[in-house]
């Protein structure tokens, strides 16, 4: 967008600081916007092809504008009324797809969590992005969530690294349980579960997590928002980017014995294993 607007004002033949004062903003703004440091609004579009006397390109920009609107989203404004909404959203996503593949560098997948971990999990948002607390309802509808393991014809495919069953991000007892739960995931037959050892060579660097909503949809979350990936192109990167992560990841007994390896290194109170540190 910030592209297409720079487009416009120098078709227009417009420096930054001229739109600013036809338009009575500080040049800074042009230069934001432009260089996508800050979303344009509706009613920033609709000044700006004014401005530049570009009228006839107003519907493609609100156009376009709306489809950034809809790929990503503050979690500000996502959980303004509180988490449970977007729990039970994600559930609804989850029963219209025959398949969900999940990748994870750093925390325990939402649908293999236990109640205390998701606890501590959306507690998060509470301080980070001022979401109201409706933790409680939120942790239950994120468990409900959990029966789609269970149902014929749902499948399901998780892949983290052997960081997520070390990284401290709970108390220690909970972070026990939650190992013994994914002990037991490794041996459903409705699931498969990998986890890639830290010896283990990288074929592409895990850079962030994303889940993959059949082949129709990815979400991506970040700090502060969310991107939904729709595009043909994006889907086929981030499915090849999923096989080939899988790849290299344990499964079943090996799988199992990452795991159990974490616990016990847990149990004794040390980092154990060979990741850093």
């Known amino acids: 967008m910030g592209s297409r607007l720079r487009e416009l004002r120098r078709s227009a033949q ?12 500080h040049p800074s703004k042009i230069s934001k916007i432009e260089s996508g440091r800050q979303t344009a609004t509706e009613a ?6 004014q401005a530049c006397e570009a009228a006839e390109a107003l ?35 989850e029963d219209d797809v025959d398949i969900v593949r999940n990748f994870e560098p750093a925390f ?11 606890r501590v999990r959306l507690a998060e948002g509470l301080d980070l992005i001022g979401a109201p607390d409706d933790v409680d309802a939120a942790v239950a509808a994120r468990i409900q969530r959990q029966q ?15 960081a997520v069953l070390r990284y401290r991000l709970c108390p220690p007892d909970v972070l026990a349980e939650q190992l013994d739960r ?19 060579p990288l074929p592409i660097a895990p850079v962030h997590g994303f ?6 949809v990815v979400f991506v979350e970040h700090l502060t928002g969310e991107l939904k990936l729709t595009q043909p192109e994006e889907l086929r990167t981030y499915l090849a980017v999923f096989a080939r992560l899988g790849s290299v ?12 390896a974490a616990l016990e290194d847990l149990s004794a109170g040390g980092s154990g294993g060979s990741g850093p540190g």
């Open 108 to 118: 325990i997948p939402g649908l293999l969590q236990t109640p205390a971990y998701a």
């Open 249 to 260: 990841a344990r499964y079943g007994a090996q799988a199992r014995a990452l795991i159990v």
């Open 211 to 216: 889940h993959l909503h059949g082949e129709r």
């Open 182 to 200: 994914l002990v037991a995931a490794t041996t459903l037959q409705t699931l498969r579960l990998g986890v890639i050892p830290f010896d283990q």
């Open 59 to 93: 519907p493609d920009l609100l156009a376009g504008l709306r489809v950034i609107d809809d790929q990503y989203i503050e979690f500000r404004r996502m959980f303004r009324a509180g988490q449970r909404a977007k729990q039970e959203e994600i559930g609804r996503l």
């Open 148 to 162: 789609a393991l269970y149902r014929p014809g749902r499948r399901h495919h998780f892949v983290i690294t052997e």
């Open 14 to 25: 417009l420096t930054g600081r001229q739109l600013a004062e036809r338009l009575s903003w």
């Open 44 to 49: 920033d579009v609709r000044v700006w092809a």
